[in-house]
């Protein structure tokens, strides 16, 4: 018997077959052969290799749903649909099922600190031996004495008393002054690096002495010895937080003024209360940008030091410890000042350093503004030399534009270009 040429249809794949043969599919609209006819979600069939191109299998229906009605488990490696709810990690770099999270080894769930009920990959957290629980590395602190990883800075053993030198690094929790923000907006910490403190100083255990805005005394390969300041509130000109932080800072002057040399430094930190104004500390320093011109143009000579030698255009990809600035979570570090020598120098730098940090995240101005608003504070810094302080703003407006638009001037490219 003749097949009838109505009984015959073209496939998907423009080949002639008996209908008896073939599917239709409502979602290619055309005939599919038979053998080569797969179910999808919902019910609809379509071939299969337009299913492998536009459908993924889904782990929790265990059928196939369009790829764009889906989600990538990163942990598993499988797909999810739409259905299924999803669980990202600690600053959302990983998309996983809440499953795949906790049967795979390479993540630990951590309950408190910048982690908080968040899923942390374990190359990024620690176990502290005060708590007995994994923590990021962020609010893991080490403790030199018996090499192990403490939550609470105060739970730590330690091998000298506060009002003596430790060794490096004994201070990484200072005391917070300004708990919550309550005494001010910002808050700010120095580190204040001598060659030696009165009466020789130099040494673990040698005594130095009890004072408030230190939180203690530590060795400083760099340069010697160095004071770390307690995490202070940063106010404007009329607040009580700066008047309570100058008192502190006039009872330390011995300390400020003890000897120096050229491989000292006075690093700053500093950070902000309300995270609406900034993401994180990146975000921060990209709004300061503008402003920290002015401390690159201050501090130019120190961009030639290897410990500020990397990353000088503060890029998020390349920050690293040893650059003028330098992001530590949600702080920002300037490692760029000079030493410290007195309490009225390093008054100034406080003043400074609010100028910076309002004027770049509370009421924005322009770069003109801003440095209008500080001139003041520069002429000081230069003992009323007007011809000095023009001198610093020209080469502060090359910085800007190197640190804005990347464009490196014959003025500032001996302190760009000095690898």
């Known amino acids: 018997m003749v097949t009838e040429d109505k009984d015959m249809v073209y496939t998907n794949e423009q080949c002639l077959y008996h209908k008896d043969d073939c599917t239709w599919s409502e979602i290619q609209e055309t005939f599919i052969l038979n053998d080569d006819v797969r179910t999808v979600y919902?019910?609809?069939?379509?071939?299969?290799c337009y299913r492998d191109s536009n459908y993924q299998l889904c782990e929790d229906t265990n059928e196939y749903h369009l790829t764009d009605e889906t989600w990538y488990d990163e942990v598993a490696q499988v797909y999810y649909s739409d259905n299924a709810s999803s669980t990202e990690s600690f600053c959302g770099e990983v998309e996983a099922h809440e499953d795949s999270f906790e049967n795979d080894y390479d993540w630990v769930w951590v309950q408190r600190g910048i982690a908080e009920d968040h899923w942390v990959h374990q190359d990024d957290v620690y176990r502290c031996v005060d708590i007995d629980e994994y923590v990021h590395s962020d609010d893991a602190n080490f403790c030199e004495v018996d090499e192990e990883n403490y939550y609470d800075c105060d739970n730590m053993p330690c091998e000298s008393e506060p009002d003596c030198i430790r060794n490096y690094h004994s201070n990484k929790c200072p005391t917070d002054l300004n708990y919550n923000y309550t005494s001010s907006l910002f808050s700010i910490g120095f580190e204040v690096e001598k060659t030696e403190f009165m009466n020789g100083a130099d040494n673990e255990g040698d005594y130095v002495g009890t004072y408030d805005i230190f939180e203690g005394f530590e060795t400083d390969s760099s340069c010697g010895v160095e004071a770390v300041t307690k995490i202070l509130p940063l106010g404007g000109p009329r607040s009580e937080a700066r008047k309570r932080v100058f008192k502190m800072m006039d009872d330390a002057?011995?300390?400020?003024?003890?000897?120096t040399d050229s491989s000292c430094?006075?690093?700053?930190t500093v950070s902000c209360k309300d995270m609406q104004l900034h993401e994180d500390g990146y975000d921060m320093a990209n709004r300061m940008r503008g402003a920290m011109s002015l401390i690159y143009a201050l501090y130019r000579y120190r961009l030639k030091r290897s410990y500020c030698s990397n990353n000088k255009g503060i890029k998020k990809e390349s920050n690293t410890k040893y650059s003028p600035v330098n992001i530590k979570g949600k702080l920002v570090?300037?490692?760029?000042?000079?030493?410290?020598?007195?309490?009225?120098q390093l008054k100034l730098r406080y003043d400074l350093m609010y100028k910076v940090m309002y004027y770049s995240l509370v009421k924005p101005v322009s770069y003109t503004v801003f440095m209008q608003k500080v001139r003041h504070i520069v002429l000081k810094m230069y003992n009323g030399d007007n011809d000095k302080v023009e001198m610093?703003?020209?080469?502060s407006n090359e910085f800007r534009k190197y640190l804005i638009n990347d464009e490196v001037s014959p003025t500032i490219e001996q302190y760009i270009n000095n690898d």
């Open 42 to 48: 919902g019910g609809g069939v379509v071939a299969q």
């Open 253 to 259: 002057s011995d300390i400020m003024e003890c000897p």
């Open 265 to 268: 430094g006075g690093h700053m």
């Open 333 to 344: 570090e300037l490692r760029l000042p000079s030493r410290i020598t007195s309490v009225k």
């Open 392 to 395: 610093i703003y020209s080469i």
